[in-house]
């Protein structure tokens, strides 16, 4: 069995979270959801579970902090290209989502930020799979050297 990932959110509106979710174009899981939470289904093995505090707060014993406040976790989500990325973000902002800062460009790298009405931080970002194999330095290195042996042809 493959593993699988649960991510767990506060969210102040169970109606809101779940509105916003499927917006983007992600599944409620209906067996796993009810007044106090919400099973979002992401991708085949990854999931949000999207709790009232209330119903969070029976998880543990720290203080469930608000996120639109404060920054706990920032989950990122590959794309396969960098028009995937914006496609997501489109997405995101007319399902009600906000985009925190400008798209990082690094060369090798392309990533947009947004919070989901809460506030929860997550990122859509796409990398090179050439950099994702050698490293983003080597990558880096080897874009510089062909760059400069194209300069003296």
């Not at 209330?54 to 720290?62: L, P, S």
Request: some cysteine; glycine content about 6%.
């Amino acid at each position: 069995m493959a593993t699988q990932v649960f991510v767990n959110l506060p969210t102040a509106d169970l109606d809101r979270s779940k509105a916003f979710f499927e917006g983007i174009g992600w599944a409620i899981q209906p067996n796993f959801t009810d007044e106090n939470a919400a099973c979002i289904l992401v991708d085949e093995n990854i999931y949000l579970m999207v709790l009232t505090p209330t119903f969070y707060a029976t998880f543990t014993d720290k203080t469930i902090i608000d996120p639109s406040t404060h920054l706990q976790v920032q989950t990122a989500f590959s794309r396969d290209s960098r028009e995937d990325v914006d496609a997501m973000l489109e997405k995101v902002l007319a399902a009600g989502g906000a985009e925190p800062r400008p798209a990082q460009d690094m060369g090798f790298m392309y990533a947009r930020d947004f919070e989901d009405p809460d506030g929860n931080w997550f990122s859509a970002m796409w990398m090179d799979p050439k950099a994702a194999e050698q490293g983003p330095e080597a990558f880096m290195a080897e874009q510089e050297q062909q760059a400069s042996g194209l300069g003296h042809a």
